[in-house]
């Protein structure tokens, strides 16, 4: 028998676990399609930038699983929701999603998973950083762009600081809203008996 | 909510485009949109060269212009909605302004709104003959063997087989929220509709579990099986090159006229 094949391969235990951040992750994102979509049914495309409903998803499940699925699920999920509804845009709005997203997601997972802060205190904090990614990407998106792609940018996101607190403020519901739900949901999930699972416990 | 073969309703036609290998259609694809993204805004008739270009497409792939209107027409609002605050954005010298039905529009913020609805529009309406005319599956595929990573298309494999049984799950708490009854305030309104959400995601976690369970039962070691791909054929890789050289040449045309 060969070297290779005696080596240990990873345990059903580890199987399951990451068979559970794929299916977590992939259901994930399709709830970051549907909820959206519920959203713009009732209001058009008005109320998504004021309760942020793709944000829910990406900042519960970034609690779940690991950072890098958390950081794929916050870049897949606009995306998907992008290519399949149109919503959000591709511009400006879907680059600036995609990096605020997937950064908030791997910050969840790293603070809630990693460093075991409480829900309540990670939500805060990872919208904070979100915020922060947001303002940075327009930063850059202000001074790095050629001058010809620049024209292309809504007028308001040409002063960086002036959009990040349009943006804030017009999301205030929604920020309140993930300050609400995300630490409700996490802690329902947590506390639920859990499914017996295939190490048998 | 969402339906089943909401991406391959109409991917099993047999056109030339949806006889073209994925690869190659993901590959044009992408240029295609990069291209569309990187318009100038001062250029907006290189936009309707784009636009032509995909409308040949869609000509060519039989999908029904119905059912493309129909993907297309939930970016309806987004631009109602910028095109009604024109008129708010005040001319900034006397040389900006235009006259239209007695309104004065900024020059500079039409045309701004032209080029980012323009590419909006049409970022959509490729993706939408992208995945009208090509299976999902062979999609991911193509993308797992352009080089995204595994994770990303195992992720998203499962978030597109499991859309419409989410979709279906939210409809069914929003008909048994109305068989219970109107339910009266804002605020409570708002309570209900938490409520709902964070039962949805209670019991997505939960399938994802069973999902996860029924992985390992069924013998998932931690990869997904790959199918073994077959090479594009030579032609259909030679149109594929000849299709982006084209893009390559319209944008570098329009870009420098």
Known sequence: MSKQSDAPGPTIAAEFAWARELSLGGLFIALGVVIPIAFHAVGGGRLGPVFLPMYLPVLVCGMLVSPGTA????VLTPVLSSALTGMPPVLPTLPLMVAELAVMGAVASVLHRRASLPALLVTPITLVVGR?????CVLGAVSLLPPDLLASLPPPMRNPALY????????????ALQLIAVPAVVALVERRPRAPSAMGD | MLAHDLLDTWAHLHSPVHRLDARVKLLCATVLVIAILATPVARPWLLAAWAAMLLAIAGASGLPARWIAKRLAILLPFLALGTLALPFVPP?????????????LSREAALVWLSVGGKCLLALLAATLLTGATTSAALLRAAGALGVPRTLTALTGFAISYLAALGEEAGRMITARRA????????????????????????????????????????YRGRMPALTVQRAPATQVAGGAAFVAAVAAVFWLGVRA
């Open chain 2, 180 to 219: 219970r009854g109107r339910v009266r305030g804002t605020a409570r309104n708002l309570r209900v509709a938490g409520s709902m959400i964070a039962t949805l995601m209670v019991r997505t976690v939960e399938r994802a579990e069973r999902i996860a369970l029924a992985m390992v039962a069924r013998g």
């Open chain 1, 164 to 175: 990040l607190v349009g943006a804030t403020v017009t999301a205030l519901p929604g920020l």
């Open chain 1, 71 to 74: 950081a794929a699920v916050g």
């Open chain 2, 92 to 104: 900034t010298e006397t040389t900006d302004a235009w006259q239209l039905a007695g309104l004065e």
């Open chain 1, 132 to 136: 922060a990614v947001l303002g940075l």
